[in-house]
């Protein structure tokens, strides 16, 4: 890709205790539409960076592509699924149980690992009952049954299916590259949180593949129409992509779907937007994901994605609350004044 100028002022995230600003974190970003141009930018937009869990709805295309969902009559609850990043509530975890018997495996051949769930009560819930947690409590849980879901129906080992010599992520490499227009073979690799290759792309390149996501016209049809049934899962079951309480799950529920959010660790957020045709990829600087959420949401507001009835239902987002231990309100996470000019 060719290099860009960047802006000299990227965004910045303020953290407020009182009237104090205590701490900043800073973050670029940039906007394009499916054809490569750029609408906006802010900061270093060529930097490399791991989308890790943003692109999870590309890495879900496979599962559509090679014909599997339709082997295993997978609805819009199990596609979403296989999108999300999800806190592990009641309804996330049976639906990946049920999924996996489905296919005829168990927890014990998803190679995610374990760890207790992201939403607070569910933790509270398995820790009260004495319970330990597994695989399926794993917020990449769903993602990784869709990849053993492709690979059971193209006949290929499920046992290791998480090495970047595996069909199955040779499959989700293949893609990355063609939607993002990115040559994969010259960018760093290295191991996300649950296992699975992770591929460091320009900031560019991920803004574009969510671009070419929201409009997909240019993709060949078969592409095309895989995008299409993947955004619309996302668009019927938000609480798949996310959960209670989570700003993915919120931006989608609440724009009924002009939005498809999803969030990445360190301080990564991916966007497509289809009813603009525009793609928008975040990089908050210190990997903060307090200030991802805050980021996004401004240069949403920026984009006239999120108007001012769609901002009043996600004020607690818009600006993040801060709490104290006693629940107690003393201060918030804002956008620095002025930040877009």
Not at 36 to 51: F, N
Not at 139 to 165: M, Q, V, W
Not at 266 to 285: D, F, N, Q, S
Request: glycine content about 10%.
């Amino acid at each position: 890709m060719a290099k860009h100028q960047t802006s000299t002022a990227p965004i910045a995230v303020e953290v407020m205790r009182g009237a104090l600003v205590e701490s900043r974190h800073r973050a670029s970003a940039v906007v394009v539409d499916a054809k490569g141009k750029i609408h906006r930018q802010w900061g270093d937009i060529d930097q490399a960076v791991y989308p890790r869990s943003a692109i999870k709805s590309l890495q879900a295309l496979p599962l559509i592509e090679t014909g599997a969902a339709d082997a295993y009559d997978l609805g819009d609850k199990q596609i979403a699924l296989a999108c999300a990043s999800h806190g592990a509530e009641g309804f996330h975890t049976g639906t990946i149980d049920a999924w996996l018997a489905r296919i005829g495996l168990a927890e014990a051949d998803l190679e995610c690992g374990a760890h207790l769930p992201i939403h607070a009560a569910s933790m509270e819930s398995l820790l009260r009952d004495g319970r330990s947690a597994d695989q399926t409590h794993n917020n990449c849980s769903g993602k990784h049954l869709g990849f053993l879901t492709t690979a059971r129906h193209l006949g290929e080992p499920t046992e290791g299916y998480i090495r970047a010599d595996h069909p199955v992520q040779r499959r989700v490499t293949a893609v990355l590259g063609e939607m993002s227009g990115v040559d994969m073979s010259r960018v760093g690799q290295a191991v996300d949180g649950c296992g699975i290759p992770t591929l460091a792309v320009p900031l560019i390149g991920l803004a574009t593949a969510m671009a070419r996501f929201a409009d997909p016209s240019g993709l060949v049809a078969e592409r095309a129409a895989a995008v299409k049934r993947i955004a619309a899962a996302i668009a019927a079951r938000p609480e798949m992509v996310a959960g209670t309480g989570r700003f993915c799950s919120a931006l989608i529920e609440h724009s009924n779907g002009s939005i498809l959010a999803k969030t990445g660790a360190e301080g990564v957020y991916a966007v497509a937007l289809p009813e603009l045709g525009l793609g928008v990829a975040v990089k908050v600087e210190d990997g903060a994901g307090r200030a991802s959420q805050v980021a996004v949401a401004a240069v949403l507001r920026t984009l006239g994605a999120i108007d001012e009835a769609l901002e009043h239902r996600l004020a607690d987002f818009m600006v993040a609350p801060l709490h104290n231990r006693a629940g107690r309100r003393v201060g918030e996470l804002r956008p620095e004044r002025d930040w877009a000019q």
